[in-house]
């Protein structure tokens, strides 16, 4: 059974830091390509970053440039978002997605989602 578990989410004043880890099970990890996306209220839910298990590239939504960065610790099948510089636009539920064999950054599984809240 494929799982994904997100941790790491919490309340942060703007401009602090998090680390969000999706801790990834039932599948061969390194296979499948992982990314990062989020939801904020009333919004519709959108990709912030993906990394490629084929290449290591790694791709951001044009917001999150230059202050998240996605990593991933193949001994722990754990990938990360670490978030720098927030900003309360940046709060919404953060969600880990497993994409489909063969295909760059596409979503197959998600995960149950982490609150992150950042205040002004």
């Known amino acids: 059974e494929v799982q994904l578990v997100e941790s790491g989410g919490g309340l942060v004043q703007a401009g602090g830091s998090l680390t969000l880890s999706c801790a990834a099970s039932?599948?061969?990890?390194?296979?499948?390509?992982i990314g990062w996306f989020r939801q904020a209220p009333g919004k519709e839910r959108e990709g912030v970053s993906c990394i490629s298990r084929s290449d290591g590239r790694t791709y951001y939504e044009d917001s999150v440039k230059g202050r998240f960065t996605i990593s991933s610790n193949n001994a722990k099948n754990t990938v990360y978002l670490q978030m720098n510089s927030l900003k309360p636009e940046d709060t919404a539920v953060y969600y880990c997605a497993r994409g489909t064999y063969g295909r760059r950054c596409d979503v197959e599984y998600w995960g149950q989602g982490t609150q992150v809240t950042v205040s002004s």
């Open positions: 039932g599948f061969t990890f390194d296979d499948y390509d």
